[in-house]
């Protein structure tokens, strides 16, 4: 009898002990709110579109920075970043998600590549994961969206009727169009194509080539039979530049746009005086943005570089996920998701942020740039 009632309360001791060293680990977790939150950042920072992710992944960490010398969020707790390298590649995307996913990051930013960005979004989904993409832009994200990403940069719906709406400015009528095969571009190119047509405007080449491709031969070709009074190029800067080169070489003499792919100023530095007075449908960049002189003081003191083009984005991005964070409440991802769909009105670098029924930004933020002594310049 003593044998068993000494076994019962050893029992009941070891019961008790599993069940506080339990609960006190999920009200830490949880209730106490207690530890440092662990946020995402999703960009290449390998492969040929490295700079404009590294540059990326900087503004954010800087974010951070200043985030937690204010006090953190939530009444003190800090904020720490963990960096997925997407590569610009859909492969490596989706495993860098998953990675991310397994690391219990409770949401994200970034996007940059928009056939990186795409297949992480069910990933990012099915976790029940916050993603505030701050470059990507292809309208495809938008039908693949489960819900959970939110969009800060425009869309190529946007970026086409910027782009149609300068053609027209300057009395273009016919208009040579080519891609680079991936998402971003091809769906640049058509949202452009379709605006143009319907404008009843005629497309007079239409050509795509392959990421990498460094002989534009056979466009140049067909532009100079058939020449267009402008050229749309729609995919990144390290094929752009080529392309601009070889369009000037050949005597090409008309209008020459890229898109926002090629908006860094990579573009200008590796096209040289081929790039003169080329146009650009850009983002909002840091220079030309009044709120965003003390961003590129301390940028440029953190950083050895220049803020690139999607800098003021990914800033904004990672500022709208704080402040989300702080209207929730909490740490819990399906609360920032709510927040994040409340928002009205949050003042970025870059302008106002709120969102449509489908988590797009609700206004256009492209605006037309033009190569002028070796730097882009706003046009008025």
Known sequence: MFKSKKYLILLLVTAMMIFGAVGCGDDTATED?????????????????????????????????????????????????????????????????????????????????????????????????PFVVAASNATSLIDENPGWAFMINSTGLDQAASAVEKFISLGVETIGVIDSGDAYSADLKEQTIIQWEAAGYEIVADDTVQRGEVDFSAFVTTIMANTPDAIYWTGYQAEGALLIRQLREGGYEGVIMVGDGSSAQELIDLAGDAAEGVLCTGPPLTDFLPAAQSFIENYEASFPREPGAYAALMYDATKLLADAIERAGSDDSAAIKEALDATDGFEGLAGPIMFTEQNTLARSNFVILEARDGRWALVE
């Open 33 to 129: 709110g207690e530890g440092d939150i662990l946020i995402g950042i999703m960009v290449p920072t390998t492969g040929s579109e490295a700079a404009d992710g590294i540059d990326m992944e900087n503004a954010a960490k800087l974010a951070v920075e200043e985030i937690n010398a204010a006090g953190g969020v939530l009444g003190g707790r800090m904020l720490v970043t963990t960096t997925g390298d997407d590569g610009c590649d859909p492969s490596m995307a989706t495993a860098a998600a998953s990675q991310l996913v397994s690391e219990e990051v409770v949401a994200l930013v970034g996007g940059y590549c928009s056939g990186a960005t795409l297949p992480t979004l069910a990933i990012y989904g099915d976790a029940g994961i």
